[in-house]
């Protein structure tokens, strides 16, 4: 069983539209992230999520917006693609300990290209 | 600027061959992890050391940590081809998630 779920793998779309990467863990977890990774190789928080609860926020463009409808989803959706939004975005889960960080798993990646 | 920067940014050996990594951060920490990524692929957790330990093994790998420098560093022994991939570290810093380095990229030569 996968336990960090991503959909979809691969996203290639026009400037301009609007679209959503989905996310969910059957971990048991209480904490989903996104992650972006870079051409570079760089990976950078943009969101975090503790029990449905938003937790980190970082200075994400507000066409970024995350919603967790339960504690085992997180979904993204961004309005408006740029093309500077190409990259790879991970969702990850984990399980906080008395604000403590721990293990995070990953899924697959979803690679967006925008055209 | 980034918490965790890796040095270096690529590196390649032969197989059987240790090979070492190293990671600085800025801030104070409760933990430091190590990740791994294969191309195209989701990151894997490798081990995670917490701040008031100094050393600690896993199989082939070994981490040490060094508070006072905050820096770490991961070991691989008797390296194969199959560890070929990119390598990150991730500090703990209490923001309740990770702060991932800029990685380095093994290549381990058959």
């Known amino acids: 069983d996968t336990a960090v779920s991503q959909t979809p793998k691969y996203l290639v779309t026009q400037m301009g539209n609007d679209k959503s990467i989905k996310c969910e863990q059957n971990?048991?977890?209480?904490?989903m992230y996104w992650y972006k990774q870079d051409s570079k190789k760089f990976l950078k928080i943009m969101f975090s999520?503790?029990?449905?609860?938003?937790?980190i926020n970082e200075t994400v463009p507000n066409r970024f917006s995350p919603k967790s409808p339960d504690k085992a989803h997180l979904n993204l959706h961004i309005n408006s693609l740029e093309l500077g939004d190409s990259a790879v975005y991970f969702c990850?889960?984990?399980?906080?300990?008395?604000?403590?960080?721990?293990?995070?798993?990953f899924g697959e990646g979803s690679r967006l290209t925008v055209l | 600027s980034q918490q965790g920067e890796e040095d270096p940014q690529a590196l390649s050996i032969q197989e059987g061959e240790n090979a070492t990594m190293n990671c600085s951060y800025k801030t104070s920490i409760n933990n430091l992890q190590w990740y791994r990524q294969n191309s195209g692929r989701g990151l894997v957790h490798l081990i995670l050391?917490?701040?008031?330990?100094r050393e600690k093994h896993s199989g082939r790998l070994r981490v040490t940590l060094d508070t006072s420098k905050k820096s770490s560093s991961l070991l691989i022994t008797a390296s194969r081809a199959a560890d070929t991939a990119s390598y990150f570290c991730a500090t703990d810093t209490g923001r309740r998630a990770l702060t991932f380095g800029s990685g380095t990229r093994l290549q381990v030569q058959p």
């Open positions: 971990l048991g977890h209480d904490t």
């Open positions: 999520y503790n029990n449905k609860e938003l937790i």
């Open positions: 990850a889960s984990s399980q906080m300990d008395y604000l403590e960080t721990g293990e995070l798993f």
């Open positions: 050391i917490r701040s008031n330990e």
